[in-house]
């Protein structure tokens, strides 16, 4: 595997020097100061390329992934600008091969990038994680946000228990709660009220799981063949929790969405992101076992573990540590070991980028202004158990 780590950029707070010391060589970031539906230009690639790469550090970092060109809501709505948008995205994916960027990560996840319920979730240890409450938000999307509709998608237990949930909070914890949800949608810097918020969502009243489906498609149908001319590999990231929320369709939750999405347009250049906290999340997703049956389309990987609460598929969870948690990351690391040997012994000499995926809040961490999940010290020792993991079954078990 190469070892990456996701930096957010000049204003990052983990700083390229930070990761150097970290052991990452690669880098996985994006433009985030170009705003969904916008052109990267070369110029604007090739100066972060440079900022990256500079020759100047003894150790040096190249940038291996991006993560992530936007796919905008038009695309996935198929609104009238669709084709626009998709135009767009087709010349940045142009214009990051010029650069010598080979795989692009991307998700198709409507509206929301990702969701949780609270950013600093307090552990024995006194770090604290990133957790999902499904009572915690089904209070949100009830009783605070009380979308439309909302009530046909819970059960009477769920509804109760969610009543008793927002019952309890003052106005600074809804507050807090509502914010927390918010952060996952793209921009969210932006203070998005209540009203504008439903507004977003109201956008997919006519889009179900199908038609979200035919979407994905149509703009694969468009963007892999550029991909391919391109040389860059695309790797669409699961949805995060994998399963509807707040009224939207999913549509790469499974094993069986994967498939179907390669499936859509047969191409190497069509692959995943293997993100074991996503999928992870659901007790129906056999992690080892999609490595190895998915692995030749496998173009990066997010290697991280979620404790989930029952084994109902909508339950709550939280990001574990790395060797902790649901997702066992020891036999994930032994799948992809044997993984990459195969490809090895069929001429593909080509190691998968791995970026260790959240982290704990912890150490001089819990002091610092940090993005949510993305603490330095955290994915630090993430990195490193993982390394050890993978240095083991090379090294001992001759895997």
Request: glycine share 6%; proline share 5%.
């Amino acid at each position: 595997m190469e070892y990456t780590w996701r930096w957010y950029g000049p204003a990052d707070p983990v700083t390229l020097n930070d990761i150097r010391q970290a052991g990452a060589t690669g880098i996985v970031t994006a433009l985030h100061n170009i705003a969904p539906g916008k052109v990267w230009t070369n110029e604007a690639i090739t100066e972060r390329k440079k900022l990256i790469e500079d020759s100047s550090h003894r150790s040096s970092l190249r940038w291996s992934v991006v993560e992530s060109v936007p796919v905008t809501e038009a695309i996935k709505i198929g609104s009238e600008h669709r084709d626009r948008d998709i135009a767009v995205f087709q010349e940045c994916i142009h214009n990051l091969g010029a650069n010598d960027i080979r795989t692009v990560c991307y998700n198709f996840m409507p509206v929301l990038d990702w969701t949780r319920t609270d950013l600093d979730y307090l552990q024995s240890d006194g770090s604290t994680a990133l957790r999902f409450d499904q009572t915690a938000f089904a209070a949100f999307d009830l009783y605070i946000l009380q979308r439309p509709g909302a009530e046909k998608e819970y059960s009477e237990e769920e509804k109760q228990q969610a009543k008793q949930y927002a019952a309890q909070l003052d106005e600074q914890q809804a507050q807090q709660l509502q914010q927390n949800i918010i952060a996952g949608l793209p921009g969210s810097d932006k203070d998005y009220s209540l009203q504008e918020f439903q507004e977003v969502l109201n956008q997919y009243q006519s889009v179900d799981d199908k038609q979200l489906r035919n979407n994905l498609q149509y703009f694969l149908e468009k963007v892999i063949p550029v991909a391919e001319d391109a040389q860059v590999n695309m790797a669409i990231h699961p949805d995060d929790p994998p399963r509807p929320l707040l009224g939207l369709p999913r549509v790469v939750s499974t094993e069986t969405d994967a498939q179907h999405l390669l499936e859509m347009v047969d191409s190497p250049n069509n692959g995943l992101t293997f993100c074991t906290g996503s999928y992870g999340a659901r007790p129906d997703n056999d992690l080892p076992g999609m490595i190895e049956r998915l692995g030749a389309r496998i173009h990066f990987l997010h290697f991280r573990s979620v404790q989930r609460e029952g084994s109902n598929v909508n339950g709550s969870f939280y990001e574990a540590n790395h060797l902790e948690g649901s997702a066992d990351l020891v036999n994930v690391v032994k799948a992809t070991v044997a993984l990459e040997k195969k490809q090895r012994a069929n001429g593909m000499n080509h190691p998968i980028p791995m970026r260790p995926d959240h982290g704990h809040k912890m150490l001089d961490d819990l002091h610092k202004k940090t993005n949510p999940g993305y603490s330095a010290i955290g994915r630090l020792r993430g990195l490193a158990e993982l390394r050890g993991v993978e240095a083991a079954l090379k090294g001992s078990f001759n895997i």
